[in-house]
């Protein structure tokens, strides 16, 4: 409770969680994730290149907001500086709003300001966190395969870890990803009210519902 107070966190009941161990799994889960949004799609990340992770990411993102959805991406302008603009610009182009953090060639003062917070929200449902950029070294991971981006020689693949959460914590990120956007835009946007509080209740709720009865 202490931790709670200093933080101004609470524990949240009521969530399902899923590892995703490598960078194969959490690229899959994403993938299906934003293909079956009806809604919503966030994505909050520090590395946004645009290699073939990158550009297959951002042509989803797209299709989803030529379909009506609500996408958003925000992105760290130092962590994505080896991205060419042209693939912000074509997610932008096909409806999805792009807002970049700390860009360092106009904000060079804060060039140790950076945001690595990494979030798929999608629906307001469900969330993957974890390490995971938008990246082929990052999606590579577990395939095997050795990526090069990161330097001329590679001799071993890449690792990193993410989950998949589903349950009242997402109202949580949510709200998180809702404060950046408003930092960088002046308005937070919120898609619907979020009541962390009333989803771990109906959560606990439906837990007790399925709880077995015990025989008299």
């Not at 904000?107 to 390490?131: C, M, P, S, Y």
Request: charged share 30%; hydrophobic share 40%; aromatic share 10%.
């Amino acid at each position: 409770l202490r931790l709670n107070s200093l933080t101004q966190s609470s524990v949240r009941e009521g969530n399902r969680s899923r590892l995703l161990f490598d960078g194969v799994e959490s690229f899959e889960a994403r993938k299906r994730l934003i293909l079956g949004a009806t809604d919503s799609v966030y994505l909050q990340t520090f590395i946004f290149d645009d290699d073939a992770t990158g550009w297959e990411t951002a042509r989803l993102l797209a299709q989803r907001a030529q379909e009506g959805l609500d996408v958003r991406v925000i992105f760290d302008g130092f962590g994505s500086n080896r991205a060419d603009n042209e693939i912000f610009e074509f997610m932008r182009a096909s409806g999805v709003k792009v807002e970049e953090y700390g860009d360092p060639l106009r904000q060079f003062w804060d060039i140790n300001d950076r945001w690595h917070e990494k979030h798929l929200i999608v629906d307001n449902q469900v969330a993957i966190e974890g390490g995971m950029n938008i990246a082929n070294e990052y999606a590579l991971g577990g395939s095997g395969k050795l990526v090069f981006s990161r330097g001329p020689e590679a001799e071993m693949g890449w690792r990193d870890l993410d989950v998949q959460v589903e349950g009242p914590v997402v109202a949580d990120i949510a709200q998180g990803f809702y404060k950046n956007w408003e930092e960088l835009t002046g308005n937070a946007e919120r898609r619907a009210p979020i009541d962390a509080t009333a989803m771990t209740r109906n959560a606990s709720l439906c837990a007790a519902q399925r709880a077995p009865r015990r025989g008299r």
